[in-house]
């Protein structure tokens, strides 16, 4: 049986994950760099919301 946290973790990560994944495929023709700023837009924003709801 998993803790609170620990599921709490795994939506997340997998939340991460999937915005991650759907930005790169929506800029797939662009640069690197603007994959990695946008990646990691996403995942501090995702976690920056996380911990509102602690």
Same mark, same amino acid.
């Given at each position: 049986? %998993?803790?609170?946290?620990?599921?709490? #973790?795994?939506?997340?990560?997998? @939340?991460?994950?999937?915005? @991650?994944?759907?930005?790169? +495929?929506?800029? #797939?023709?662009?640069? %690197?760099?603007?994959?990695? %700023?946008?990646?990691? +837009? @996403?995942?501090? %924003?995702?976690?920056?919301? @996380?911990?509102?709801?602690?």
């Amino acid at each position: 049986m %998993l803790s609170q946290r620990e599921r709490e #973790a795994i939506i997340i990560g997998s @939340a991460i994950g999937l915005t @991650a994944t759907i930005i790169d +495929v929506a800029l #797939a023709n662009g640069p %690197l760099w603007m994959h990695a %700023l946008a990646i990691g +837009v @996403a995942g501090s %924003l995702l976690c920056g919301l @996380a911990t509102l709801f602690k």
